[in-house]
């Protein structure tokens, strides 16, 4: 699970910095252009001319990149995302989320195996939802959510497929 998150994020980084590339040429190119550019995306946002060409000529002489990069990109090329904090998140929530099932199908009596572990899954969901929340600085509410909706689907599934195999091989 952390290395397809290391790969995935780091593929969201790549198209990241890609663009950025791209924003980083296009203002060398034709500067008036990609300021003119800028105004025209505050003015659609409300802004008025004289204001929006205002807001355009400060940001931009501060940082053209930045500006740019933060209105038509929607990125902060200061802060991309970061593919071994996004892998770290995911191993630790995955060993905390795992280890509550393992107890739960090695400790009880064989007969309580099954709902002792849907118990301890689902509430292993709730915990790496609410682990992975919580280190990415995410909402706790919807990655919990998500994290028990997905899961217990997902668990749900292998169940069925375990028992109609498990049944179909004895």
Known sequence: ??????????????????????????LHDDPAAEFEELAAMYEAKGLTAATAR?????????NPLLAHAEVELGINPEEL??????????ALSFA???????????????DSRIPVTVVAVLAA????GAVSAGLGGAPKGRAVARNVI?????LAVTYVIGHLVGAAIT
């Open 96 to 110: 905390v989320g795992a280890s509550l099932p393992l107890i739960a199908i090695l400790a009880p009596p064989t």
């Open 54 to 62: 205002t807001v355009a000529e400060e940001l931009t002489d501060h």
């Open 81 to 90: 995302t970061n593919p071994s904090l996004a892998a770290s998140s995911s």
């Open 1 to 26: 699970m952390a290395l397809g998150e290391y790969v995935s994020v780091s593929t969201q980084r790549d198209t990241e910095k890609a663009l950025l590339i791209k924003e980083r040429q296009e």
């Open 125 to 128: 969901l709730v915990i790496t």
């Open 150 to 154: 997905g899961g217990g689907l997902a």
